[in-house]
């Protein structure tokens, strides 16, 4: 058993260097560039500012767009919530049950 593991894993290790047999494989090659060409993440060098894509802007305007709209949207809606309901159906309850206990007529809703 240990030996079919070990071909298992000698097969794989030359599986992943390539099974060139000279050492470099797909992903252990040292390069084919003496330096890297650029910056973190494409940024330029410092002291250029960075030109903005097609895309940004649309992009950009939409998002802050939506998070306005949304804003101001759901703080405005209704407050719908049972407890709400019930908290105001009690209300005036307690006021027909006091308007009652003065002896005037209740209005009606």
Known sequence: MRAIS?????????RLRGGGGDGAGR??????EERPKGHLFNRPPPGESRKWE????PCYVTSFLTVGILGVGLSAKPDL????WAHHKALDRLQE???AAAGQVPREL
């Open 27 to 32: 992903w252990t090659t040292p390069g084919h």
């Open 6 to 14: 070990a071909a298992a894993a000698g097969m794989l290790r030359a």
């Open 97 to 99: 049950k006091d308007l």
């Open 81 to 84: 919530t049972l407890e709400t």
């Open 54 to 57: 097609d895309w940004e802007l």
